[in-house]
């Protein structure tokens, strides 16, 4: 019997973006934090959630673990009248379905994003945004499609085989009795998180339940406790990634680093981004941790507004 507290009730209101469409939200958010009204790409019987706010050139904001499209609420707001925004929840995260027998690896992740992009919106150039598990993923979409990548945003991620502090962590998360703690208590999407975002984002009941309200059953919790795991058992596959990075060495490329997160922002790490697209500007944030959308979504706005300016 799952906890009470964990219920899901969908959303009475219908709030999608498309009148006809009568699809309810599978639970409950803040509107004034969210305001966006939804949309929605169906694909063998599931239905995957995305925002496609405001016009001209396309901005793609991925999202990694335990989040959604939630994590880039305020660049949204920030950025909706300049530019057309694209934020989408991955499948079983945030508000979208889970598909049937989905293994929730970053390989079926990325064929999801891609089919949203390129078959569903129809995209032609981009800029995109990555950080956390949004790194790899979103930047294998754009190594497979690196003509239409109009510039890159990257925060807090990696794109290679881990080493060091992020494979000593996916190990650790790898142990059965974390991945019962993930499954069971719903630990990434509550304790993990709440430790990791600043005081005000932590202290804001309406900004936690939008993360753990997205995770209401053990059942839905299977692609919080695989990204970790997938850190290290993905590694031939993250190999491969590093090696098509260089399709992308002539685009404008923006580092953001939060520096609290010592496994994904340490110099180490930065050195080796650094090497990749020794151009890139940087900005190093002393007081923000690993979410850094949810730390200092003005950063983002500061890189975007920048590449946009010069393209």
Do not use: C
């Not at 990434?188 to 993360?211: M, R």
């Not at 990075?245 to 981004?273: M, Y």
């Amino acid at each position: 019997m799952e906890n009470e507290i964990n219920m899901q009730i969908p959303d009475p209101v219908i709030f999608n973006k498309d009148s006809n469409n009568k699809k309810q939200r599978p639970f409950i958010v803040d509107k004034t934090e969210y305001p966006f009204r939804s949309n929605w790409f169906e694909k063998e019987g599931t239905s995957m959630h995305y925002i496609d706010e405001g016009e001209g050139i396309s901005i793609v904001l991925t999202h990694g673990n335990p989040d959604w499209s939630f994590l880039n609420r305020n660049i949204i707001k920030e950025l909706s009248g300049e530019a057309r925004i694209i934020a989408y929840d991955l499948p079983g995260f945030g508000f979208s379905d889970t598909p049937e027998n989905y293994g929730f690896t970053p390989q079926e992740h990325v064929e999801w994003i891609s089919a949203l992009l390129f078959e569903h919106l129809k995209l032609d150039k981009f800029i995109i945004v990555v950080q956390d598990w949004g790194g790899p993923t979103g930047l294998a979409v754009a190594t497979n499609n690196p003509d239409k990548v109009l510039g890159i945003v990257i925060s807090n991620t990696w794109a290679w085989k881990a080493e060091g502090k992020m494979k000593d962590f996916s190990m650790y998360m790898r142990t059965p009795e974390m991945q019962a703690k993930i499954i069971d208590e719903n630990f990434f999407a509550t304790t993990l998180i709440q430790g990791s975002i600043n005081v005000k984002s932590s202290s804001n009941k309406a900004v936690t339940d939008a993360y753990a309200m997205a995770f209401p059953t053990k059942e839905s919790r299977k692609g919080t406790a695989v990204f970790p795991a997938q850190i290290t058992l993905a590694a031939d596959w993250l190999e491969e990634l590093e090696g098509k990075l260089s399709t992308l060495q002539e685009k404008p490329v923006e580092f953001i680093f939060g520096l609290k997160d010592e496994a994904v922002a340490s110099q180490e790490i930065q050195d080796k981004w650094h090497s990749i697209f020794p151009d890139a500007a940087v900005q190093l944030l002393p007081d923000a941790g690993h979410f850094t959308q949810e730390d200092s979504p003005e950063s983002f706005v500061l890189s975007l507004r920048r590449i946009l300016k010069n393209i």
